[in-house]
C-alpha cells in the first residue's frame, strides 16, 4: 500500500514545492490530540529522516514516519476548495471513527 495525492492535491503540492525549491516533498503523518486520539499533519519536508518511508508520485515524494505509516499507510490525500475556504482532506482507510468536529481520528487498534 501507498499514501497517494489526488490529481487536485498533487497540483497544490506540486505549487508548493515550485514555491520552496529547498523542500524535498511533503511530509506527512500523524500527532495526537483531541477528542479522538489522532490527528493528520501535512508540512513540506525540509529532509529525511531516519526511519521514514518515501512514496513517490509523479516528482513528488511523500516522507511518512514509522510511527504514522501503519495509522496512514493506504490514505488518499485530497485538496478541496469551498467557496473562500481551502483544504487537504484525508480518506484513510484506518480511521475507525472520527470526533464530532472531524479533527480527530480513532483506529481499531485504538480501539483495543
Request: glycine share 10%; charged share 20%.
Amino acid at each position: 500500500m501507498a499514501v497517494t495525492l489526488a490529481p487536485a492535491a498533487l497540483a497544490r503540492v506540486q505549487h508548493f514545492l515550485t514555491e520552496t525549491p529547498a523542500a524535498l516533498g511533503l511530509r506527512f503523518g500523524v500527532t495526537r490530540t483531541g477528542c479522538s486520539g489522532w490527528q493528520h499533519v501535512a508540512d513540506l519536508a525540509r529532509e529525511q529522516r531516519e526511519g521514514d518511508t518515501v512514496f513517490e508520485q509523479d516528482g513528488v515524494r511523500i516522507f511518512v514516519d514509522a510511527v504514522s505509516l501503519p495509522l496512514v499507510e493506504g490514505t488518499r490525500i485530497d485538496f478541496l476548495k469551498q467557496g473562500l475556504g481551502e483544504m487537504f482532506v484525508f480518506q484513510n482507510p484506518n480511521a475507525t471513527a472520527e470526533c464530532g468536529c472531524g479533527e480527530s481520528f480513532t483506529t481499531s487498534a485504538d480501539a483495543a
